[in-house]
């Protein structure tokens, strides 16, 4: 059974940093696109970041680039989701996803993870 497990989320003021995790298991992902979404309440699950995990090639959401890194450990079967100048605007349930190839589309993902929540205070 494929199981991806999320954690890393918390409170944290504007400006600060939290870093997310991802644990897979259950089968081999070596094939497989990651991917970070987030739902702020009341709205869509909206797109985050991306990677693949073979080669690590990464995609970023404008609202994200330069703030946030993808990035994965093959031998622990593990992407991370490092935020940096965190802002108010990011508040929101933060999912890890597996897909079978890299995309922006939450339709796109397979498995998810339970959730994080990530809340930033002004």
């Known amino acids: 059974q494929v199981q991806l497990v999320d954690s890393g989320g918390g409170l944290v003021q504007a400006g600060g940093s939290l870093r997310l995790s991802c644990a897979a298991s259950g089968r081999t992902f070596s094939s497989y696109a990651m991917g970070w979404f987030r739902q702020a309440p009341g709205k869509e699950r909206e797109f985050v970041a991306a990677?693949?995990?073979?080669?690590?090639?990464?995609y970023y959401a404008d609202s994200v680039k330069g703030r946030f890194t993808i990035s994965r450990d093959n031998a622990k079967n593990t992407v991370y989701l490092q935020m940096y100048s965190l802002k108010p605007e990011d508040t929101a349930v933060y999912y890890c996803?597996?897909?079978?190839?890299?995309?922006?589309?939450?339709?796109?993902?397979?498995?998810w993870g339970q959730g994080t929540q990530v809340t930033v205070s002004s």
């Open positions: 996803a597996a897909g079978p190839q890299m995309t922006t589309t939450r339709y796109g993902y397979n498995y």
């Open positions: 990677i693949t995990w073979i080669v690590g090639r990464t």
